[in-house]
């Protein structure tokens, strides 16, 4: 069993290299064999066939599906309009999903920039940098799902009077209060959730927005200081204006993330205690409740949701390319 | 206010210049710095701590405590997680899946963002686009299509199927990196080498592909924990059997099901991120240029 996945593994790990080599070596080949004029118009349309296939099967052709589904009864059988529409938006627990998500998108993104920005800052001002930094996206390496459990340890909560295991609880008691149950009192514990992923997007957002803070010339910062302008002046006049698209970046990548959040809310809760997300919603529908229809509406509406900023983003590319 | 010749001067200079009363009326910045890089540290020292502590403790006494006499260590917690909980199965599913998952992306990636950036073909443009504007579509409305079509093609709970998951899910992201990247390689050394007569193959494998090292190091670093650390994509094509499990999908079935023995779960944790961990502190240089060749333009 071990050494044949072993052999497996070998297969890939070189096997796999050597065949996407030997495809474009064949292809050349080919190619080679054709009239001068058929060959350049054939031969990039072979170097991006690999990838173009991938995506149609993974990404387009699924969600062309999905659409399709979402007008289908629980077994795709049977077409039943909108009926799988109707029925999400007049369920609770997904318009709960809908609210917590809004609040994901809210406030994690809020405080992913923020923070990212403050510590860019600051950071930027002293030697060890490079330091500072690394231990705030040490988070990023770290899997939602173990992130659950080391934010357990941060959340524990016992009865009053009994020793306090949980680190929150354990500064709130030393302080005189008494211990909260951060993670089952509505609605709060959406942002103790919420907290969670900042503690581990912030890391993503520190390092790109240094990058742009980093890329701001450096005479543009002197010559404010020079007309007199104060620290605050220019950093709020000056290097934030400056990072504007930077900044934007980082604020699309964590709205994308916040509408996409599953993992957090599935470990740390399952989404009870209201704290569900859309995303969590579409897991129960599909493998708990066996609902395709449903599952695939409530995929729709996600996406729904998510192309507004594609097109943002598309926009924004097209910007950036024409600068080239 | 700094005196005008010390504004003149660049930054960096600047900086290195009074030294110890500069310094002093720094101490407040050092002190919030170093107070904001803890307060992030603490719940990373907090799982540290007490995955090495005897799982009675665990329960009854914050992993604070560890650090007054007596000192009660122990490594009973890493043993049953490898053991009893199977960690050590799956950890070895972790790395079968992530390995090829991270190798089959970037060459497909390389590939078509070579094309992209130097070969001209009609609606080439329009292409890129599209390839960029997948990026932000949400896995979630691809898991129904692409499980019924796993479970007819017999791909459900294989390690080809999730293989392939991932290199498609990771596509998007690698060919914007790559195709970046190839974007800034002198126009001048390309043309010259097909005046020599270099196939594209030849200026693909022997110029583009050496010259992108710091690229795709940073992006198989990026897909590589991507990978590891994805739960969604496991859960759903790999139908959670135990044998083929990665230590995400484990550990969420441990949240799930230990009611008491949740302590076991800090060493578990802890296995999972030891090799993301190695993987980030060696190689950290690259993240910074990795994301710089993705999303921030000088």
Redesign the interface.
Known sequence: M?ES?LL??LI??VG??LA??AY??LV?RLVGLLPDRTR??I???L??A???L??T???????L??LY?SFLDANSTEFVGLANYRHIFTDDSFITSLRNNALWLVFLTAFTVGFGLL?AI??D???YEAA?K?????????????A???????YDFQPPGR?????LN?ITTSLGGDPVAWLLNQPWNNFFLIIVGV?VW?G?AL??LS??LK?IP?EI??AA??DGATEWQTLTRVTIPMMGS?IA?VAT?MI?FA??A??IV??MT?GNFGTDV??NR??EE??NINH?GR??A???I??LA?VP??FF??RR??E??A?? | M?S?QA??M??SES?TRPRTNRFLR?IP??A??VF??LV?????I??LV?SFRPANL???????TAFVPPWNFSLDLYREALTARGMGQSF?NS??IS??AT???I???A??A???SW???PG??I?F?S????????????????LRLYNELGLTGT?TGI???H???G??FA?YLLRNFF?TLPRDMLESAFLDGA???TA??YLALPLSVPAIASLAIFQF?WV?????VAL?YLGGAPNVAP??VT??NM??SLGGG?QV??A???I??ML??L???TL?RY??RG??AG????
């Open positions: 071990f996945r497996l593994a890939v790990v796999v290299p996407t080599i474009v070596w050349e350049d118009g031969r990039p349309w170097w991006v690999p990838g173009i991938l995506l099967g993974y990404l387009v052709y699924p969600t599906n999905t589904l510590f600051l950071f001002k002293v030697p500072a690394a231990l705030i996206f040490l988070p990023m390496a770290i899997s939602f799902v173990a659950g459990v080391i934010w357990k340890l941060m020793p306090q295991t949980g680190t354990a503690w912030t993503f390092v790109i990058a742009g890329g450096a910062i002197e200081r020079v930077t970046v990548t994308i509408l996409k599953f993992d599935y470990v399952s859309i995303a579409m897991y599909m493998f395709f599952a695939g409530i995929a729709v996600l996406l998510i900023i594609m983003n598309i590319f097209r950036q390319e600068m080239r | 700094k005008t504004m003149a660049p930054r900086r720094r910045l050092h919030i710095i904001l890089v992030w540290s603490v719940p990373t907090g799982l007490s665990v329960t009854t006494t914050g992993w604070w070895v790395l079968f390995i090829p190798v089959i992306p060459m497909i990636a590939f078509a070579y094309a992209f070969m001209r073909f080439r443009n292409l686009v390839v960029v504007g997948l990026l932000v579509v949400p896995l979630q409305t691809t898991l129904i299509p692409v390690f293989w392939l998951a290199a498609a899910y596509l998007p060919v974007g196939s594209p193959f693909f494998f924990m590891w650390n994805d739960l969604l759903i230590m995400t550990i969420a949240t799930n949740w779960l800090t578990a944790a802890f999972s991120m993301p961990l993987v980030f502190f950290q993240f910074v994301i710089l999303s921030v333009k000088g």
